[in-house]
């Protein structure tokens, strides 16, 4: 049984990866999670009292995270301020937590010698034009576009210069766009999902075409749980699951599924500096550690997905209003 400690373990992939841990394998998991406004302790309702704990708190805090570190042996670490659109309205709390909260880990683990996953985004590598045939993979040049992806470039900067310099033992991965349960209303399949509900119309930033590569976040964390147990200190691996998508495909989708009328939605005010499209190579990741995803079925996971939006109001309903109102404000 390992003892493992999760940074951001509260929010959305953080706690579906907690989930799986579980479900999946006899190791006990630690908790680490500042409860920022992403941060929900109902994502972790009923979970073991003996094989899970929860500490509250910031991975910023080097007093907290040296005594953390000293009885851990391994660390996932998926805490981040995670959502572009925050961090075009202020990106403050991304410099603190995405770069000196990583930079506060990394210090922790070169001291303790304690294994280190660090878990990032595609977003790092930029965009890629709509009809480019390549996908991004291990070796595309770093070219991140917003506040938010250039920080989560810089913790992958981090990680790989205190590997190379101080003989850190951590991988990294990069994975394209999640979904599943347990995601903020604030994302776009949730806050969607959730509109239809309230019989508001989904809301599209600009014309649709921008394009993501949809994995749902189970898959994510059986990639990770793989990447620990087989991955190669120092290497970067890519996830995805072959699922790109235009955003009014999905759009669209989520309206039939929910029985409205497919154009039933609103065109508003583009993202500033809006990614075109995400597409991920992950050939190294199946190839070298044998890894595949189980969901394959998009429009079967993204049925299940609203199923649990509309079996689990009181989980989101809280956060609801408040994002509309931030997104009305800027004609979103
Ligand atoms: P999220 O916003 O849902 O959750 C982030 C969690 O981190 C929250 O529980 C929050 O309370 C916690 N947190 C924030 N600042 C903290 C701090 N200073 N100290 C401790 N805890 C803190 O994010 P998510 O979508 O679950 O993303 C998790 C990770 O996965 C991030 O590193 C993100 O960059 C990465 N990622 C996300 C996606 C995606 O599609 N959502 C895809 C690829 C990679
Ligand atoms: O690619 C991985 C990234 O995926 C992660 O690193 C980020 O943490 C995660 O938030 C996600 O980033 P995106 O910006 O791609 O996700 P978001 O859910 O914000 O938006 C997905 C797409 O949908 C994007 O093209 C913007 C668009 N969108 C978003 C919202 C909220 C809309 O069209 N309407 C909306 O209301």
Redesign the pocket.
Known sequence: MRRLLV??????????FVHHVLEHTDDHVTV?????????LA?LDGLPSDRFAFIQ?????AGLVDELFSRADAVI???????NDNSLHDPR?FL???II?TYTLLEAARKHGTRLHH?????VYGDLELDDPTRFSESTPYNPSSP?SST?AG?DLLVRAWVRSFGVRATI???????GP???VE?FIPRQITNVIRGIRPKLYGAGENVRDW?H?DD?SSAVLTILDKGEIGETYL?GADGEKNNKEVVELILALMGEAKDAYDHVTDRAGHDLRYAIDSTKLRSELGWKPSYGDFEAGLAATIQWYRDNEQWWAPAKDGVEAFYASKGQ
Do not use: M, R, V, W
């Open positions: 940074t951001g373990g509260a929010g959305f992939i953080g706690s579906n680490l999670d500042k409860l920022t406004y992403a941060g929900n994502s708190g910031d991975i910023a805090d670490h998926y805490a981040a301020e995670s959502h709390p603190d937590t995405n909260g878990i990032s985004t595609d977003e938010y989560k913790s991965s990069n994975c394209s766009n999640n979904y347990y995601q903020h994302k994995i976040a994510h996830i």
